[in-house]
């Protein structure tokens, strides 16, 4: 079943979006493509994104190569992917069929807070939550969760266009 063919019973869905289908909802591919699933969707209100970070990838070759770390921007671009897969999601689900034509861009980054590092064999955990919106201006905090360990935290805002 295509994630565009699922209607929600009530306002959470504790399905799991794989990557696949992630790519229906935003358009970015390897390299950019940062979350692995979406493991939680409240519609209009909440996603919970997961990124199994592995030292295969890409940055890990420059970005202190002798003690990878995840960048820290990369893991708020990982939150914003699932606030946008969040925003489409919604869209979706309210039937306006012309989401599927709308992009989401990442407008502003504030409050961004880097606690601890993300290393090779982590999987992170990215936990997003709308604290408003209006028209086309949706503006979110994340936060990024290593097991019990809370490693990031952003507020950050989103706008959506057409293509």
Known sequence: MSIHQL???NSMQNLIIQAQEIKELIPHRYPFLLIDRIEQVELGQSAVGIK?????????QGHFPDHPILPGVLIVEAMAQ???????????SENQESAKNNLVYFMSIEEAKFRK??????????????EKSRGQIWKFKGEAWVGQTLTDEATFMAMIVKQ
């Open 52 to 60: 199994n970070v592995s030292l295969n990838e890409w940055y890990f």
């Open 7 to 9: 209607k929600p019973q």
């Open 82 to 92: 699932t606030a946008a897969a969040l925003v489409i999601k919604t869209l979706l």
């Open 117 to 130: 590092p993300v290393v090779p064999g982590d999987i992170l955990q990215l936990r997003v939550k709308k």
